[in-house]
């Protein structure tokens, strides 16, 4: 990859009965801009232009049947308080969420993401309104993201020399659990059952029922007895000339960075809402003490 500014990468797969699929991989460490940039990137220009090409097809049949996105940190949340996530440059990830959105209009996506030291399946809804044709209306569309961290350690477990897994210390296990009590986590369906904080991995299956397919999303520990499972039936992708025609400009218009988002705007919401106020309050809470706690410091 040493002729490209970045590590990105893309691959096409043909199973059994001709169903495709696109593993995209995104690199957003290399381009990245220092954090509190005004309207910061994570990708840059050129990796905008290359995801441009992947994500764009001239004819139906070139469609892929499913599109796995693959970002080391997670796309879906802007509800984290420690957790680095694209929610850092909120006009870069409405940029990349109407892409990704987009793209459903035609076909499957899914989002596969990292970095948190635990395993989260994440959910959202999702307003497909398009910036180049507005007159244009869909139904809302779901929006999932599989989260897999890690397999060496998380922020309560770690793999000693001998490859035995053990506690990181008490006082690690309870910070982690007031953390997650408290902390909003909307994108969770269920707060502890789309949660993991073991050693894992995460597994996708692409199961076929003609004539159907269906998609299963897997946690697996390191046992690998599956932890969260989570399954999905797969749309047929479109075969319109005239929706791909629509949706390839869309996808040129945002992948340009020259054309600017007249305003933020929040197209996918959280699937869990609202969530209870005595966890917002604590949530707030939290966040006072580690402030005065940097500010003493």
């Not at 696109?22 to 990708?43: P, S």
């Amino acid at each position: 990859k040493h002729q490209q500014s970045g590590v990105y990468s893309s691959k096409t797969i043909k199973l059994y009965n001709n169903f495709t699929y696109q593993l995209i991989l995104l690199d957003t460490r290399y381009n990245k801009d220092r954090k509190g940039t005004t309207n910061g990137d994570f990708l840059g220009y050129e990796q905008w232009q290359w995801l441009q090409d992947q994500l764009t097809f001239n004819h139906p049949s070139n469609i892929p049947d499913l599109i796995i996105i693959g970002t080391s940190i997670q796309l879906l949340p802007n509800d984290k308080l420690l957790e680095e996530s694209w929610s850092e440059f909120p006009l870069i990830r409405e940029r990349i969420l109407r892409i990704i959105v987009s793209l459903k209009m035609l076909t499957n996506v899914i989002i596969i993401s990292g970095d948190v030291h635990c395993a989260e399946y994440l959910s959202a809804i999702c307003k497909p309104n398009l910036i180049t044709n507005p007159s244009i209306k869909f139904p809302d569309l779901s929006l999932n993201e599989l989260t897999s961290s890690g397999l060496t350690h998380t922020f309560t477990r770690i793999t000693n020399t001998t490859g035995h897994v053990i506690s990181r210390g008490s006082i690690r296990e309870i910070l982690n659990d007031i953390y997650q009590i408290i902390s909003p986590n909307h994108y969770r369906r269920l707060l502890f059952g789309d949660y993991y904080r073991g050693i894992n991995y995460g597994v996708i299956d692409i199961l076929s029922s003609q004539p159907s397919y269906q998609l299963k999303l897997q946690i697996s520990n390191q046992l690998a007895d599956p932890v969260i499972i989570r399954s999905h039936n797969l749309i047929n992708k479109s075969t319109d000339q005239t929706m791909l025609n629509i949706i390839n400009n869309e996808i040129k218009y945002l992948t340009n960075l020259s054309n600017q988002l007249d305003q933020h705007e929040d197209i996918c919401i959280p699937i869990h809402l609202p969530v209870p106020i005595y966890r917002l309050l604590l949530f707030r809470l939290l966040v006072a003490l580690i402030s005065m706690i940097f500010i003493v410091i």
